[in-house]
């Protein structure tokens, strides 16, 4: 993967960790268990599945794991949006969340896209 693909592979690594520590309080503070573990699954598994791309076996495959992480990013923007509008975070931690999750929605969306224009002039 190239340079930009690393930009990514980091943003998401510090998604997830703001991700697991918004699981931490929403558990701790807030006693929720439900939406709590939706967004921790969702919110990490797209750094994950960037590192699968990175060990891909071929180009399908790496375009396979950056649309599973760019799927996994759009949810996580869905549970963000329930999380505030259910009052379990304020307007505040939800927007920063949601500005950087919408930063990788954007970079995956882009890879993907020149993933598959490379596929089809092959």
Do not use: P
């Not at 649309?67 to 975070?89: F, G, N, P």
Request: charged share 30%; glycine share 2%.
């Amino acid at each position: 993967m190239g340079h930009k693909d690393n930009i990514v592979r980091e943003k998401a690594f510090e998604f997830a960790v703001r991700i697991v520590k918004l699981n931490k309080f929403l558990v701790k503070e807030k006693t929720e268990f439900v939406l709590s573990k939706q967004i921790l699954r969702s919110g990490t598994s797209v750094g994950a599945n960037i590192e699968e791309a990175d060990n891909a076996i071929s180009k399908k495959d790496f375009s396979s794991r950056i649309s599973i992480a760019y799927k996994e990013a759009k949810e996580t923007k869905y549970w963000l949006r329930l999380l505030k509008a259910t009052d379990y975070i304020s307007e505040e931690q939800s927007s920063s969340l949601l500005v950087d999750c919408d930063e990788i929605c954007r970079l995956l969306f882009s890879i993907l896209k020149t993933s598959r224009l490379t596929q089809q002039t092959k």
